[in-house]
């Protein structure tokens, strides 16, 4: 079983940056599936960034070039970086990861982009 706690959350202006942790409880070195997705209200989870089996690694289009996904194994730790930030990047971000083909979430931390 793997607890994954978000943070970094908070209101940020247009343009602004924000950088989220995802802390986990246990070690991320083997683990290949994990990343961020998000969910603004009205609306379904989309996919942010993820990076799957193999390496690959994958952006939504809509975030691509602005955000930017990376792990700390020695800290048991995932990163979203995000940079240039607009009105429409407003949701919850939540931290992804699958252990053994079982999906793990965690709580979720709220990014407002608003002036």
């Known amino acids: 079983q793997v607890q994954l706690v978000e943070s970094g959350g908070g209101l940020v202006q247009p343009g602004g940056r924000l950088r989220l942790s995802c802390a986990a409880s246990r070690s991320l070195f083997g683990i290949e599936t994990m990343g961020w997705y998000r969910q603004a209200p009205g609306k379904q989870r989309e996919m942010v960034a993820l990076?799957?089996?193999?390496?690959?690694?994958q952006y939504a289009d809509s975030v691509n070039g602005r955000f930017t996904r990376s792990r700390e194994n020695a800290k048991n730790t995932l990163y979203l970086e995000m940079n240039n930030l607009k009105f429409e990047d407003t949701a919850v971000y939540l931290c992804y990861t699958e252990v053994s083909e079982t999906a793990y979430w965690g709580q979720g931390t709220q990014v407002t982009v608003s002036s």
């Open positions: 990076t799957k089996r193999w390496g690959s690694r």
